[in-house]
């Protein structure tokens, strides 16, 4: 009988534990905005990255100018080839409606780079005007594109972005050499 009865005091022991929680949980005050913060995605600075890398490249390096602060930029590199051939540069942003698109360009030889920051994406029919250029469409299980090809160097406007807004990403972009 006695053993019976501390496993009864045990059970009421960890229910009335239990309701002590509950109720400092249910009448604490807690701030879920907190974790919504360390969730959210991380807006940076890329104007140091873009002198850097303008004077790095031995292309002139493209980054979107006069863009609605609603874009974000959310990660940039530049990257130097030890060979002098095959530097990448790339701008990650969110759009307005929080889509990813970035800036890709490189030197290197236009077919794998293409293949590489589209993921894998094909030429699809059609191209998309501009800023007074003509860019190939590329379309992919996961991203789609906006490639255009001049000597020296291939730009690739990418992501899950529609194209409309990966045009907008194109048509803010200003090629300049530092």
Known sequence: MRGRQRVTDMVLSLAVIGVLVGAI????PHDDSA????????TVDTRVEIITARRAAPYPVAAPEGLPKTWRATSVSYKASSDGKGGAWHLGMLDPEQQYAAVEQSDAP??????????????VEGRQAVGGKKWDRYQGDTYQA?????????TVVTGTAPYGRLAEL???????KG
Do not use: S
């Open 25 to 28: 949980y249910f009448f604490i």
């Open 146 to 154: 906006l490639v255009h090809q001049e000597p020296g160097v291939t």
């Open 110 to 123: 236009a077919k794998q780079f293409i293949q590489d920051v589209t993921l894998g994406a094909a030429k």
């Open 170 to 176: 194109a048509g803010a972009l200003v090629a300049k």
């Open 35 to 42: 974790t919504a913060e360390k969730n959210a995605v991380q």
